[in-house]
């Protein structure tokens, strides 16, 4: 035997290539990645953003509320933290249905929502407080016969209301209470009746607002939600305006469809939808979240440059 050449050895292993099966590696987790996320944005048809609505509807898109973890203990933010992100997109919200009624649309609007928890009853009080603040005078009923939430937010006694008017029991002018030295005055729900479709849509409901919207700039109904009971379509039937309060993160688009589509089936007048629990990053490009509202040292700075 004649040994022709000596045999190297080699300086790294043959096997595992490691460049390699970390270079496989980042192309398969890639894929797996790119696959999940295209499967949830399939599988899950919830609101985020405001152009998630604009892919669902071409109703105006009044608005959005910003998230504030505040809002379930103070839900009064108009009052309580007039300064803040929150309380300046509601300003925005009023602003926009300003605009909405510059062509003599009625002044009666009726705050609903496709089902419960989507901040309507937060959004018809602190919308009610930012008009009353801009110096119109607003009325404010309290609708939801089901499940009454303003007296509550307002912490008002709510025991004699709209019921006891639509029965016969009371005048307006008796239950009509004015909410401090604002020019929001509100009307409770009163007693829960066993028919609230029924008063709600009765010709005393229809009385009481147009007895209401003779003497005040604004009138502002919470109703309770569209898909839950016919009570919003009800109320909003005729010349009133419905505002339908969508939750980012929690309304389905599908349930959205079948709200609009409850109401226009009832011949409502759907003016426009605002988003509420809206995330600072999902408003971004519609004007929310990037000003830092609330921060008073910056706005005296910024007073103290431009008057040097």
Known sequence: LTTTQVALEPSSPVSPNVMMNILLGLLVGLAI?????????TLD???????????????PLLGGILEDQDVKKQPLVIKDKPQSAIAESFRTLRTNLQFLNVGGSSSVLV?????????KSTTAVNLSLTLAEAGSRVALIEADLRLPRVSKYLGVEGGAGL????IGNADLNDVLQRWGRTQ?????????????????GSAEMDKVIAELEE???YV????????????????????????LAVSSGSTRKPELEAALSTLENADSNVVGVVVTMLPAKAASGYG????????????DATLEANNE
């Open 288 to 299: 929310y979240g990037n000003y830092g509202y609330g921060d008073a040292s910056k706005v």
């Open 163 to 166: 019921t006891d008017i639509l």
């Open 45 to 59: 048809t919830r609101i985020y953003s405001l152009r998630d609505v604009e892919e669902v509807t071409d109703k």
């Open 220 to 243: 502002i109904i919470d109703a309770p939600p569209a898909l839950a009971v016919t009570d919003a379509a009800v109320v909003g039937h005729g010349k009133a305006g419905i505002l």
């Open 184 to 200: 929001m005055y509100y009307l409770p729900a009163g007693r829960i009746p066993p028919n609230p479709s029924e008063l709600l």
């Open 215 to 217: 003497s005040f700039d």
């Open 33 to 41: 990645g790119v696959g999940i996320a295209v499967l949830r944005a």
């Open 111 to 119: 705050i609903s929502s496709a089902k419960p928890g989507e901040g």
